[in-house]
C-alpha cells in the first residue's frame, strides 16, 4: 500500500467516526467490545435452545422405547400364558383319550361277556 492510499483510508475511517453521532474513539471500541459480548450472549441462547429440544426429543424417544418395551413384555407374558394354557389343553387331551380308551375296553369286555351269555342261552335252548 503506498502512502496516499493509507491516508485516504484513515480519513475516510475518521469521517465515518465523525458522522456516528460523536461517539468519539471511546464509543467506537466500547461498541466494538459490545457487539462481540451481544452477539456470543445471542449464540448462547440460540444453542442452549437446540440442546433443550435435543433433550426433549430424547426424553420422547426414551419414553416411547419404555413403552414399547413394555408393550413386548406384556405380549410376551401373553405367549407365556397362551403356551401354558395349551400344554394344559394337550395334558388334558391325553387324559381323556386314557379315560375313553379305558371305555371302550370296559364295553368291549362288557360286550364279549354279553355275546358268551347270549351264546349260553341260546344253547341252553336247544
Known sequence: ?????TVTMVAALVGAIDKVGG???GGVFFA???????????????????FSSLDQRI??????TESLFQQMAAKY???VK???DVSRLV???Q?????LIEIVKENTRALSKLVERIGVVINRKD
Open 1 to 5: 500500500m503506498d502512502p496516499s492510499s
Open 82 to 84: 397362551l403356551v401354558e
Open 23 to 25: 461517539w468519539g474513539i
Open 59 to 64: 426424553i420422547s424417544s426414551d419414553l416411547k
Open 32 to 50: 466494538l467490545l459490545l457487539i462481540p459480548c451481544v452477539i456470543g450472549l445471542i449464540g448462547y441462547r440460540l444453542i442452549s435452545g437446540l
Open 77 to 79: 407374558d401373553n405367549n
Open 95 to 99: 387324559d381323556l383319550n386314557d379315560v
Open 91 to 93: 395334558k388334558n387331551s
